[in-house]
Nanobody, 114 residues
Framework: QVQLVESGGGLVQVGGSLRLSCAAS????????MSWYRQAPGKEREFVAGITSISGRTNYADSVKGRFTISRDNAKNAVFLQMNSLEPEDTAVYYC???????WGQGTQVTVSS
């Protein structure tokens, strides 16, 4: 059974950092491209960061470039999102996604207070 479980969200002040985790089961994360998305209240879900399967190449939304880093730990079968220099505009529910079969986690709330 495929499952994605996000964790690591919380309340942080402007300029702070958080590290989100996405633990996968039922498939191997290194075999598929993985991504993080986010959805703020009243807005559509948007792409944040992605990592390809073989090369591990990463790409980011312009709004988070230089502040966020996506990574993968094959031994833990998990994907991470290191978020630094957080801004109020980063407040959202963050979701882990495996695009190939459109698997989603339940999301983790990130709130940045000013």
């Amino acid at each position: 059974q495929v499952q994605l479980v996000e964790s690591g969200g919380g309340l942080v002040q402007v300029g702070g950092s958080l590290r989100l985790s996405c633990a996968a089961s039922g498939f191997t994360v290194s075999t598929y491209a993985m991504s993080w998305y986010r959805q703020a209240p009243g807005k559509e879900r948007e792409f944040v960061a992605g990592i390809t399967s073989i090369s591990g190449r990463t790409n980011y939304a312009d709004s988070v470039k230089g502040r966020f880093t996506i990574s993968r730990d094959n031994a833990k079968n998990a994907v991470f999102l290191q978020m630094n220099s957080l801004e109020p505009e980063d407040t959202a529910v963050y979701y882990c996604n495996q695009a190939r079969y459109n698997y989603w986690g339940q999301g983790t709330q990130v709130t940045v207070s000013s």
